[in-house]
Antibody, heavy 120, light 112 residues
Framework: QVQLVQSGAEVKKPGASVKVSCKAS????????INWVRQATGQGLEWMGWMNPNSGNTGYAQKFQGRVTMTRNTSIRTAYMELNSLRSEDTAVYYC?????????????WGQGTLVTVSS | DIVMTQTPLSSPVTLGQPASISCRSS???????????LSWLQQRPGQPPRLLIK???DRFSGVPDRFSGSGAGTDFTLKISRVEAEDVGVYYCMQATQFPLTFGGGTKVEIK
């Protein structure tokens, strides 16, 4: 079955960077886009951007432009999201989600989430 | 950015009774390709979100038929025909018609 397995929780200091991984299985990795969505504790969902694992093309929400980078390694079926210049407001659970390449925003499957805590 | 507004914030429901959640967008969600990219997600406590409905009313694989979506333009509704205990959680609408993708604030469904 389709699975997206994310890397473990991280604790970072303000100003540092974090790189979260999302390993895919059960489907053709390059046939579906990967989106990243975050959720602060007790809060709603916030879309960060998407990546096409086949081409490597990306699109980022304006809010994260210049601070986020989404990449992939197709040989190990893994997508990555790196966020730089971390601040306390970046403390959240980060999710990857699989989307068909039709731009429908239908997030078929989600990873289990990775808690990133930013604290001095 | 398109603002998605959900009502109510919270919906206490008796088991077996219906529930309804409204989602309104700040502008039409009809895409230039003619599709309306409005989805509904369910997030059970401690779990990642799960896709229920895509493109207004298209139930995703494995989703019980007690869930249904309707609407057009800027006004959309998710209905649960008979609430079961496993339906407890927060429900979000999401638009993908225009970047950035945006979510409603969520509606908490709980059992009375």
């Amino acid at each position: 079955q389709v699975q997206l397995v994310q890397s473990g929780a991280e604790v970072k200091k303000p100003g540092a960077s974090v790189k979260v991984s999302c390993k895919a299985s059960g489907y053709t990795f390059t046939s579906y886009d990967i989106n990243w969505v975050r959720q602060a504790t007790g809060q709603g969902l916030e879309w960060m951007g998407w990546m096409n694992p086949n081409s490597g093309n990306t699109g980022y929400a304006q809010k994260f432009q210049g601070r986020v980078t989404m990449t992939r390694n197709t040989s190990i079926r893994t997508a990555y999201m790196e966020l730089n210049s971390l601040r306390s407001e970046d403390t959240a659970v980060y999710y990857c989600a699989r989307e068909p390449p039709d731009g429908s925003g239908s997030f078929y499957n989600w990873g289990q989430g990775t808690l990133v805590t930013v604290s001095s | 950015d398109i603002v998605m507004t959900q009502t109510p914030l919270s919906s206490p429901v008796t088991l077996g009774q219906p529930a309804s959640i409204s989602c309104r967008s700040s502008q039409s969600l009809v895409h230039s390709d003619g599709n309306t990219y409005l989805s509904w997600l369910q997030q059970r406590p401690g779990q990642p979100p799960r896709l229920l409905i895509k493109k207004i009313s298209d139930r995703f694989s494995g989703v019980p038929d007690r869930f249904s979506g309707s609407g057009a333009g800027t006004d959309f509704t998710l209905k649960i025909s008979r609430v079961e205990a496993e339906d407890v959680g927060v429900y979000y609408c999401m638009q993908a018609t225009q970047f950035p993708l945006t979510f409603g604030g969520g509606t908490k469904v709980e059992i009375k």
